[in-house]
T-cell receptor, first 113, second 109 residues
């Protein structure tokens, strides 16, 4: 089925460890996004990529880096994980930069101990 | 500052229409109203959007008041699978989605 695929689905890290969250979409969308959702809260934008080759900071970029590897893939890297980064991470894509028609992945549940 | 105000939670009987209100009194002329929902633990799902005219699709209807300061999302025949958090978002066409707290809709048998 067409959509957004995120890996891994679950991850436990120790404080200070690094990891990369992977995201791929097969809808030929130009724009991709990374959000985080803390318990009981709405989603907050970490980084986005309006088109291949560009990335920009969102609302909460500190502690994260991103790479738009190609049109399909957009990865999120935690260089030195902290307990405050315990969250559910969602990747999304849309045809163009903007607020409608986002397709979200199923999320990565990350716990930092 | 929040651009939208939604009730924290609502209940609806299965089979009845669910009417979810949203206030956006500071909306500007080029901003759209978008609705997304998030079923437990899943990624949000796009429902519908509109500028000033009422809109309908296979999932829902969106009614926007003439002054555009409020809107209502209508699920015509709610089912248990419509239990979710519903987000009303105001944004212009080029900006990102910014999520608030949303309305937790509980559809009861």
């Amino acid at each position: 089925n067409a959509g957004v695929t995120q890996t891994p689905k679950f991850q436990v890290l120790k404080t200070g460890q690094s990891m990369t969250l992977q995201c791929a979409q097969d809808m030929n969308h130009n724009s991709m996004y990374w959000y985080r959702q803390d318990p009981g809260m709405g989603l907050r934008l970490i980084y986005y990529s309006a088109s291949e080759g560009t990335t920009d900071k969102g609302e909460v970029p500190n502690g994260y880096n991103v790479s738009r590897l190609n049109k399909r893939e957009f990865s999120l890297r935690l260089e030195s994980a902290a307990p405050s980064q315990t969250s559910v991470y969602f990747c999304a894509s849309s045809e163009e930069r903007g607020a409608w028609g986002y397709t979200f992945g199923s999320g990565t549940r990350l716990t930092v101990v | 500052d929040a651009k939208t105000t939604q009730p924290t939670s609502m209940d609806c009987a299965e089979g009845r229409a669910a009417n979810l209100p949203c206030n956006h009194s500071t909306i500007s002329g080029n901003e759209y109203v978008y609705w997304y929902r998030q079923i437990h633990s899943q990624g949000p799902q796009y429902i519908i959007h509109g500028l000033k005219n009422n809109e309908t699709n296979e999932m829902a209807s969106l009614i926007i008041t003439e002054d555009r300061k409020s809107s209502t999302l209508i699920l015509p025949h709610a089912t248990l699978r419509d239990t979710a958090v519903y987000y009303c978002i105001v944004s212009d066409a080029g900006n990102m989605l910014t999520f608030g707290g949303g309305t937790r809709l509980m559809v009861k048998p």
